[in-house]
C-alpha cells in the first residue's frame, strides 16, 4: 500500500480551478519531485494536502486514512510535516526554540505541573533542549543555536525550517522551494545534504524546485503540473525527453508562415 | 503613610490585572480592548457572595476568579474558533466588556443597578494584596516559561506555521484566554474588597485600555517590563499630583515618546534578571579566592 494516495483533487478559488483532477501516488521512501512553470498548482497541492486550502472534490488518503478536510495541525500530527515558499518561521524565537516547537506541538505536560515546576516539566525541558540541538547540528547550523530566528542570514533560515520540519519525526516531509533564493554553492550544499537525510533517515520527501538541476540529480520520480493538471509523470531521464514538459517549460517553435 | 500603603495596595491590585493582559497579548499576541469586563464580573461575583452570603472572601474571590474565566469561553469560543484576530478580536472583547457593564447596570437583585455594590467589607490589606500579587506573578512567570508558553509565543510570531507544524492553535488560544480572564477577575475581586464600594462604571473601558498600555509599555513578550511599567503608570498620576493640571498631559507625553523612541516597549522580549549579577558577584569571588591562594 502507498503512503499517499491522491484520488481526482480538485481544488478551486472561485471560477479558477487551481487543480483538477490531479491523480498522485507517494510510495514509503520515494524522492519525489513536483515541478512546472509558475501557476501550476505546486503549492496548492501542497496546501491541499497539509489542510491549508480545502479541496472541492477527490481524496486524500494517507496511509489508508481519508484526511481530505481535516484540521491542519491533525494533519500534521498524523505524521505530515511542510516547509514553506516564504519562510514563515518564529522570528523572535531562537533557533533552537523554533525547533523545540517542532518536538513538543502538543504540551507534554500540564500546566500545574509547569506551576510547581516539577522533575518532569525539568525533564522535558532539558530533553526537548537536547534533542533541538542534535536536529541543529544535523542541517549544520548548531553554532546558529542562541541567534534569533529573524536575525539569520537567508540560507540559514531555509536550513533551520528543515530543521523545524525534521523535528516532528514526520512520516512525510513536503519540501517548497527550498533552493530559492540561493547561489550555487549553497544549492550544491543543499543537494548533498538532503541525499544525505533521505539516505540516513529513508523519510519520503516530496520536493516543489524550480532548479532543474537540483530536481534532476535528487529526485527518483518526477510530476510535471501544468494549469493544474498533471502533464507528466515519471523518472528525470524520461521527463527530460518528454516534448509536452518540453513545449510547457520552453514553448514550441513557431510554424512558419507565409505572409 | 495611608497615602502609601494604598498606592501599593492599587499597584499591586493592577499588576494582578495586568498579569492576565500579559498571558493574552504580550505572548498569544490577542490585543484585548475588554479585560475590564472579566475584572467586573470577578469584582461582582466576589462582592456578592462575601456581602450576602458570608463567604470568605478568597474563597469568594476564587470563584470570581472561575466565573470570569467561564464567562470568557462565550465571547472566546467563537471568535477564536473563527480566527479572529488582529482588530477584530480586540473589538469583540471591547463589545464584550460594554455589554457587561451594562447588563450589571441593569440587574437590581443584588447587583444594584447602575448605583453599584456598597458596603462591601475592607479586607484587602497591604500584606495579603503583596502575596497574592507575588503568587500571581510567579505563577504566570512558570506558566509562561513553560512549554505551554513556548507555543503561545510560537502561535504570536507564526500562526500558519504553528498550526502546520501541528499545534492546536485554537485550544492553546483559548486556554490562555481562560487564565487570563482568571487573573483578570481575581484583579477585580481585590478591587472590590479594597474600594469596598463599585459600580458597572468602575469597570470601564478605561480601566482596559491602561491594562494594555501597560503591556505595550513595558514590552511584549516580557514578563517583568509590563510589570514596571504598571508600577510607574500607577505611581505616576499620583507622584504628578504636583502639578494637577498638567497630569494627564504628562502622561501622555511619556506615552507618546517611548513609542517613539522604543517601539519594541521598555524592555521588548526580554527579562530583568538577577541571573547575571549572581554570575558576575560569584566569578569575582573566584577570582579573589585564587589571587589570595597565589599571594600565600
Given amino acids: 500500500m502507498s503512503l499517499l494516495e491522491i484520488e481526482n483533487l480538485t481544488v478551486e478559488f472561485g471560477g479558477l480551478k487551481a487543480l483538477s483532477n490531479v491523480n498522485l501516488e507517494v510510495n514509503e521512501g520515494d524522492f519525489l519531485g513536483l515541478i512546472g512553470p509558475n501557476g501550476a498548482g505546486k503549492t496548492t497541492l501542497f496546501n491541499a494536502i497539509t489542510g491549508v486550502v480545502k479541496p472541492s472534490d477527490g481524496d486524500i488518503n494517507f496511509e489508508g486514512k481519508n484526511i481530505k478536510g481535516m484540521r491542519p495541525d491533525k494533519i500534521a500530527l498524523r505524521g505530515i510535516s511542510r516547509t514553506f515558499q516564504n519562510i514563515r518561521l ?9 525547533v523545540e516547537i517542532g518536538i513538543i506541538r502538543v504540551p507534554q505536560y500540564s500546566i500545574h505541573d509547569a506551576i510547581l515546576g516539577l522533575p518532569k516539566q525539568r525533564n522535558k525541558d532539558k530533553e526537548n533542549y537536547e534533542q533541538a540541538l542534535r536536529h541543529l547540528e544535523q542541517v549544520g547550523i548548531l553554532e546558529y543555536k542562541d541567534a534569533y530566528a529573524g536575525e539569520l542570514p537567508y540560507g540559514i533560515q531555509r536550513r533551520l525550517e528543515i530543521a523545524r520540519a525534521i523535528a516532528t519525526n514526520p512520516k512525510i516531509l513536503f519540501l517548497d522551494e527550498p533552493a530559492a533564493g540561493m547561489n550555487n ?5 543543499l543537494i548533498n545534504f538532503l541525499s544525505k537525510l533521505h539516505k540516513d533517515t529513508g523519510i519520503t520527501i516530496v520536493l516543489i524546485e524550480h532548479h532543474l538541476d537540483v530536481v534532476m540529480e535528487l529526485c527518483k520520480n518526477i510530476m510535471v503540473l501544468n494549469l493544474g493538471s498533471t502533464l507528466a ?20 517553435r513557431r510554424q512558419k508562415t507565409n505572409v | 503613610m495611608g497615602y502609601a500603603k494604598g498606592i501599593l495596595i492599587l499597584m499591586s491590585i493592577n499588576i494582578v490585572g495586568v498579569c492576565g493582559v500579559i498571558i493574552l497579548t504580550g505572548f498569544t499576541g490577542l490585543f484585548s480592548l475588554g479585560h475590564a469586563g472579566f475584572m467586573s464580573i470577578g469584582a461582582y461575583v466576589a462582592a456578592i457572595l462575601t456581602k450576602y452570603f458570608g463567604i470568605p472572601f478568597l474563597l469568594s474571590m476564587l470563584i470570581g476568579g472561575l466565573i ?3 464567562s470568557s469561553l462565550i465571547v472566546g469560543y467563537p471568535t477564536l474558533r473563527g480566527k479572529l484576530k488582529g482588530d477584530y478580536f480586540a473589538i469583540a472583547m471591547m463589545g464584550f466588556a460594554e455589554s457587561i457593564r451594562l447588563l450589571f447596570s441593569n440587574i437590581y437583585p443584588y447587583f444594584n443597578g447602575a448605583l453599584g455594590l456598597s458596603g462591601i467589607p475592607l ?13 500571581v506573578v510567579y505563577f504566570t512567570f512558570r506558566y509562561l516559561n513553560s512549554q505551554h508558553g513556548k507555543l503561545l509565543i510560537s502561535i504570536r510570531e507564526q500562526e500558519v506555521a504553528a498550526e502546520l507544524i501541528g ?4 485550544k492553546e488560544k483559548l486556554k490562555s484566554l481562560l487564565i487570563s ?12 474588597f479594597y474600594y469596598t464600594y ?22 511584549m513578550g516580557s514578563i517583568s517590563g509590563p510589570v514596571i511599567a504598571t508600577i510607574i503608570l500607577t505611581a505616576l498620576p499620583e507622584l504628578l499630583r504636583a502639578v494637577a493640571r498638567w497630569r494627564l498631559v504628562i502622561y501622555g507625553l511619556l506615552m507618546i515618546i517611548v513609542m517613539l523612541f522604543r517601539p519594541e516597549g521598555l524592555l521588548g522580549n526580554k527579562e530583568i534578571s538577577l541571573y547575571p549579577f549572581i554570575k558576575r558577584i560569584k566569578k569575582e569571588k573566584k577570582v579573589r579566592d585564587v589571587t589570595i591562594k597565589e599571594g600565600k
Fill in chain 1, 90 to 98: 518564529f522570528p523572535k524565537m531562537k533557533a533552537s526554540e523554533n
Fill in chain 1, 185 to 189: 554553492d549553497e544549492t550544491k550544499d
Fill in chain 1, 233 to 252: 509523470y515519471g523518472n528525470p531521464k524520461e521527463i527530460q525527453s518528454n516534448p509536452d514538459v518540453i513545449k510547457a517549460y520552453i514553448g514550441e
Fill in chain 2, 68 to 70: 470570569a474565566s467561564l
Fill in chain 2, 123 to 135: 479586607k484587602m490589606n497591604l500584606t495579603t494584596s503583596l502575596i497574592i500579587c507575588a503568587i
Fill in chain 2, 167 to 170: 499545534v492546536n492553535v485554537t
Fill in chain 2, 181 to 192: 480572564a482568571f487573573l483578570c477577575g481575581i484583579s477585580g475581586g481585590m478591587m472590590a
Fill in chain 2, 198 to 219: 463599585m459600580t458597572p462604571n468602575t469597570f470601564s473601558a478605561e480601566l482596559s485600555n491602561n491594562m494594555l498600555a501597560a503591556v505595550v509599555f513595558g514590552g
